[in-house]
T-cell receptor
Framework: GAVVSQHPSWVICKSGTSVKIECRSL??????MFWYRQFPKQSLMLMAT?????????EQGVEKDKFLINHASLTLSTLTVTSAHPEDSSFYIC???????????FGPGTRLTVT | KNQVEQSPQSLIILEGKNCTLQ??????????LRWYKQDTGRGPVSLTI?????NTKSNGRYTATLDADTKQSSLHITASQLSDSASYIC???????????FGAGTRLTVKP
């Protein structure tokens, strides 16, 4: 149990386009989900915290208008990278906090490449 | 300054050998300390979780220790295998806001 999926697992897009990444908790409810970004050989950097039914909380330096987060249900959060640029190329990882026990589970990640 | 410091940054060992990874933290108080294994291009997978009252926790060939007084933790890997090649990340949870503080990780390479 406690599986978190991400879709797509990798995506290549052209500069200026938008990309949506989905994060799903498959077998548990998650009131809170987190979005991280990871550059090569670096650790995970928290981008934002999303709570079901409310606005996401963004970390300092993360543009909320560029990284749109929607957490419309207890099992799904989406991250949309708007007007993507090559510097947005990164590995995006989500995690879901299980409502029942506050345990946090990570998704497999999404590799975004902007050309 | 990062509140969770890991060492070494990278490590290369031969298959079958043991190794120990270190984690020093300044998060105080903390609710739990976790070690994750992250394969290249994958999300982190939990290895061990310890509360402040626990000194050691094992998961197969992985054994984590915790000294809450000195704020140090270690992850010992026994009889390493090629599949152990990965990044190992130490994460300390802040109970005040349930934030997770990530270390930069140790990149382990196991060679045949």
């Amino acid at each position: 149990g406690a599986v978190v999926s991400q879709h797509p697992s990798w995506v290549i897009c052209k500069s200026g386009t938008s990309v949506k990444i989905e994060c799903r908790s498959l077998d548990f409810q998650a009131t809170t989900m987190f979005w991280y970004r990871q550059f090569p050989k670096q650790s995970l950097m928290l981008m934002a915290t999303s709570n079901e039914g409310s606005k996401a909380t963004y970390e300092q330096g993360v543009e909320k208008d560029k990284f749109l987060i929607n957490h419309a249900s207890l099992t799904l959060s989406t991250l949309t990278v708007t007007s993507a640029h090559p510097e947005d190329s990164s590995f995006y990882i989500c995690s879901a906090r299980r409502t029942a026990n506050y345990e946090q589970y990570f998704g497999p990640g999404t590799r975004l490449t902007v050309t | 300054k990062n509140q969770v410091e890991q060492s070494p940054q990278s490590l290369i060992i031969l298959e079958g050998k043991n190794c120990t990874l270190q984690c020093n933290y300044t998060v105080s108080p903390f609710s739990n300390l976790r070690w994750y294994k992250q394969d290249t291009g994958r999300g982190p997978v939990s290895l061990t979780i310890m509360t402040f009252s626990e000194n050691t926790k094992s998961n197969g060939r992985y054994t984590a220790t915790l000294d809450a007084d000195t704020k140090q933790s270690s992850l010992h890997i026994t009889a390493s295998q090629l599949s152990d090649s990965a990044s190992y990340i130490c994460v300390v949870s802040d109970p005040n806001n349930n934030d997770m503080r990530f270390g930069a990780g140790t990149r382990l390479t196991v060679k045949p």
